[in-house]
């Protein structure tokens, strides 16, 4: 990371705690006064830890630790910082500050073992990976053989029918909502036997952002990601939308191993909040079966709160806090374990697996029927209090840390073929939403269909791919005849 980056982050460190310190001086209950002071000793503590890892010579912008690492603070501290100045105390009519002083106290236990294990390893001390280096997106351009091609093809078909389908068998009629004409009848999609062929959708995804990088056929391209995004858009899947956004933009960056320019950067988040702004909006149409009518968009949705239930998503963890084990005993894996392993087996076969998805029924019981019907999630911290408590809480988040450094070995080692660095690109905006959303069941059934790709690809990558020593370092002619014998 350069200097002025390190210089940057660390200014902002200082001015955002003196803006929130300057604000304690404003409480008047004492309740209040209590929970700001331990949400500013945890920012110091949180704080302290991101900057000190990103000080680091070798770390870079677009490593996972930076996205979940600001997810964090922003949520469990910022956020919560600002209501309590606001007086935004309350979440579907329930008061939630009781739960302040012992969630941030275990969040920020959970959050030291989250860096822990991402910084430290205990077992292989030494780091024998050979560092990738940056090079231009260009230079992959070669890789992008016509099977390659034929298979990306093959599947973003096979992810766009499968939506189709799922559609149909549902009951909605997807030219309805394109045409804009209103629906007869009620329905909910996700509450269909069939929901897993909304999954498989996701395995365009992948074939997608190859296509788009590397085929030279615009109408292709055009096509392919007119398909894609109207399917997502008609299935009110804002977060698969921005994950997607997010991989296209940022995989230049990576493979170059360069920064994103701030003046970019704010460009891009005000696009992702429009862009959300429109898809929330449709999804309500998506859902109850209302039309849709494009023009009324900012007059029902504002912008500024399509983001809002993610960031108050610390609120039913302040209930979970206050609530279990006092009234409501630790889950020990119902759903984390319990619920992850059956969610893989079809409704319509296995109807029974429902009996392990108790989050929407502990939501209702430690804050009401309302906050349920809302599809109110909690950040994946709060799934691991409320399987295990705070033993939960340091092991999980500490496996958390482990999984996201082995991520890095996805761009950074240079054995590493294109393929493994487009994986990372969509990965790393997925841990938005593992951290946001909790629910390790159903993220391990979306992570399972959007990584499918990766690995029916990945032969065909390695085949066709070499070694910087091999063929990169070569004259122009060598290149050729190495590619001609190929």
């Known amino acids: 990371m350069k200097n002025s980056q390190k210089l940057a982050i660390g200014l902002i460190y200082i001015i955002v705690f003196i ?56 949520i469990m501290i910022y956020r919560p910082c600002i209501d309590i100045y606001n007086g935004n105390y309350y979440r579907f009519g329930i008061y ?65 029918l499968s939506a189709i389908i799922f559609y149909k068998t549902s009951g909605y009629n997807p030219l309805a909502f394109l045409k804009n004409i209103n629906q007869s009848e009620n329905m909910y999609l996700y509450d269909s036997k069939f929901k897993f062929l909304a999954k498989i959708s996701y395995i365009m995804i992948i074939p997608w952002i190859i296509i788009c990088k590397f085929d030279k056929s615009k109408i292709l391209k ?50 992702l909040l429009i862009f959300s702004d429109i898809i929330a909006y449709t999804r309500v149409g998506t859902r109850t079966g209302k039309s849709i009518d494009f023009m009324k968009i900012s007059e029902m949705v504002e912008i500024t709160d399509v983001f809002d239930s993610d960031l108050t998503i610390y609120k039913p963890f302040y209930c979970v806090v206050n609530s ?60 691991y209090y409320l399987e295990f408590g705070l033993i939960g809480c340091i092991v999980f988040m500490y496996i958390f840390g482990i999984i996201c450094r082995k991520m890095k070995s996805l761009y950074l080692n240079n054995k590493n073929s294109i393929n493994e660095i487009i994986l990372y690109s969509v990965l790393c905006p997925f841990l938005m939403q593992i951290v946001c959303r909790g629910y390790l069941a159903v993220q391990l059934n979306t992570l399972i269909f959007i990584v499918l790709p990766y690995y029916l690809l990945k032969k065909e990558f390695k085949k066709i791919e070499l070694n910087d020593n091999e063929f990169w370092k070569h004259t122009n002619k060598e290149k050729y005849k190495i590619w001609k014998k190929l």
């Open 19 to 74: 803006m929130l310190f300057s604000k304690f001086f404003s409480l008047t209950l004492e309740i209040d006064k209590i929970n700001y002071s331990i949400l500013l000793l945890s920012y110091l503590i949180c704080g302290a830890i991101f900057i000190s890892t990103i000080f680091k010579k070798t770390y870079y912008i677009f490593e996972p630790y930076t996205i979940v690492s600001l997810l964090y603070i922003a």
């Open 324 to 383: 279990i084990p006092k009234n409501l005993p630790h889950q020990y894996g119902k759903g984390l374990i319990g619920y992850s392993i059956f969610s893989f087996f079809p409704r319509f076969l296995f109807p029974w697996k429902s009996n392990f998805d108790n989050m929407a029924k502990i939501i209702s019981i430690v804050m009401n029927e309302t906050a349920m019907k809302a599809g109110l999630a909690m950040p994946n911290v709060g799934e």
């Open 96 to 160: 939630v500050m009781d739960g302040c002083l012992n969630a941030t106290i275990i969040f920020t236990i959970s959050f030291i073992f989250f860096s822990i294990g991402y910084n430290y390893s205990f077992v292989n001390k030494k780091n024998n990976i050979e560092e990738r280096k940056g090079r231009p997106l260009s230079d992959y351009t070669k890789c992008y053989s016509k099977k390659i091609k034929i298979i990306s093809l093959i599947l973003f078909i096979i992810g766009f």
């Open 222 to 271: 055009f096509t392919t990601t007119i398909a894609m995004f109207t399917i997502f858009l008609i299935g009110g899947s804002r977060y698969i939308i921005v994950i997607t956004v997010l991989a296209y933009i940022t995989l230049p960056y990576i493979v170059e191993r360069k920064s994103f320019k701030f003046k970019k950067a704010i460009i891009l988040f005000l696009i």
